[in-house]
């Protein structure tokens, strides 16, 4: 149909809506096709063609149509967004397809998202995981000195130098107080004495055993090392600002000799992009969701489609009417109806969205998870008043 025509006649052959739509997102869609024919006759009916004379041509309504499918397009992928943006967040692919893609998106399986996330923050802060390489640093020992600056003395990657460190663990201390008196490969004096008494003397103390309560162990284990603490020099350390102060006192024999310890880089903790998060979705405008496949949108789907695409053509019409309030006639004047159609398409569109945005909040994931809770407080409630078998032996 010509351009030029801009009073409506009821179209006849698909082809004609191939390249009228301004995007053209759903062109080639052979049911979007047909549908364009009938709901631009259903619009029209309902505007009151061909008793009323509408202002516009088919390709207004076609035009509305597309439109329409994009709004609920849209509030499918909202929809789709409040149920698994998180899911999405930093491992899915970002959206890169163009402005006329179209694909209906295949069901997701929930990973917890930003559950995992975070439990990696939690595990690198106990050192048992997170996503942040852990460095290991060593500092050498001088004579007679205690203190050292752990940014510019210590040795560690030349890439590091000059970055604040955030120091997870020194190693400096004795061996463990268990090791003093019981070492399953050299037994001490009275396991000795013990298993002789037992006959298991000429027995290897690695594969022999003396039953005898843990809290022995525990409270041998605590004497040895509060004994080392009070009358020897215990290996400790004190850590002020990347200062590292080291006990006992370094002497001249100990020079040369390193501590080792184990740090992170801290700003690779505050970053907040990591390389196995590039090009993944960061927000709600990079999830890969495409205009839905028309075809594939189901009867309670294409019916709200429909009702949409009336209360746009509505609007439409209403507004093309209003550029002329009223029509002079040779005994009078006409008055045109614009205004009281902009109204009513405004308000028709309001409440097709609401509904629409209602029923997709009652199927949310959020709400079926409390509907489970609801239906299974009721069965619980009905299982309490059911009467419990007696047995008499």
């Given amino acids: 149909m010509s351009k030029f025509n801009f009073l409506y006649q009821d179209p006849t052959n698909t082809y004609d809506v191939v390249g009228e739509t301004p995007h053209g997102i759903y062109d080639d869609d052979l049911d979007f096709q047909a549908d364009s024919l009938t709901t631009c006759k259903y619009v029209a009916k309902k505007l009151g063609h061909p008793i009323m004379q509408l202002e516009f041509n088919s390709g207004s309504m076609y035009a509305c149509f597309e439109e329409a499918i994009s709004e609920y397009s849209q509030q499918i992928n909202h929809y789709n967004t409040k149920n ?60 007679s000195k205690q203190v050292y600056d752990l940014q510019t003395e210590s040795n560690i990657s030349s890439s590091h130098t000059n970055k604040r460190l955030e120091i997870q663990r020194v190693f400096n201390q004795a061996p463990a107080a268990i090791s003093k008196f019981y070492d399953p490969f050299a037994g001490t004096y009275d396991n000795i004495e013990m298993l002789d008494s037992f006959g298991f003397g000429n027995v290897s103390p690695a594969v022999s055993y003396i039953l005898r309560p843990i809290s022995y162990d525990l409270a041998r284990a605590n004497a040895i090392e509060t004994n080392d603490l009070i009358r020897k020099s ?28 184990h740090y992170y880089v801290k700003e690779d903790k505050q970053g907040v992009t990591r390389t196995y998060t590039n090009n993944k979705v960061s927000d709600p405008s990079n999830i890969p969701y495409k205009f839905i496949t028309y075809s594939e949108i189901n009867s309670s789907g294409r019916n709200w489609i429909r009702k949409y695409t009336l209360a746009l053509a509505k609007e439409l019409l209403g507004i093309i009417r209003s550029k002329y309030a009223s029509l002079p006639l040779p005994n009078g004047e006409v008055s045109m109806d614009g205004e009281s159609l902009k109204a009513e398409g405004r308000e028709e569109k309001t409440n097709a969205l609401e509904e629409l945005r209602e029923f997709l909040e009652a199927v949310s994931l959020s709400e079926g998870s409390r509907k489970e809770q609801e239906i299974a407080e009721a069965q619980q409630q009905v299982l309490n008043k059911a009467p419990l078998k007696i047995y008499i032996g």
């Fill in 84 to 143: 698994w943006m998180w899911e999405h967040y930093g491992s899915t692919n970002r959206e890169s397809s163009s402005l006329g893609s179209m694909g209906s998106h295949e069901p997701e399986a929930p990973h917890m998202g930003s559950s995992f996330l975070l439990s990696e923050q939690y595990g690198e802060a106990v050192n048992v995981g997170g996503g942040i390489t852990m460095h290991t640093g060593s500092i050498t020992l001088t004579g």
């Fill in 234 to 261: 215990a290996y400790s350390f004190e850590l002020i600002n990347n200062n590292i102060r080291v006990f006992p006192k370094p002497t001249s024999k100990d020079t040369g000799d390193l501590i080792y310890f």
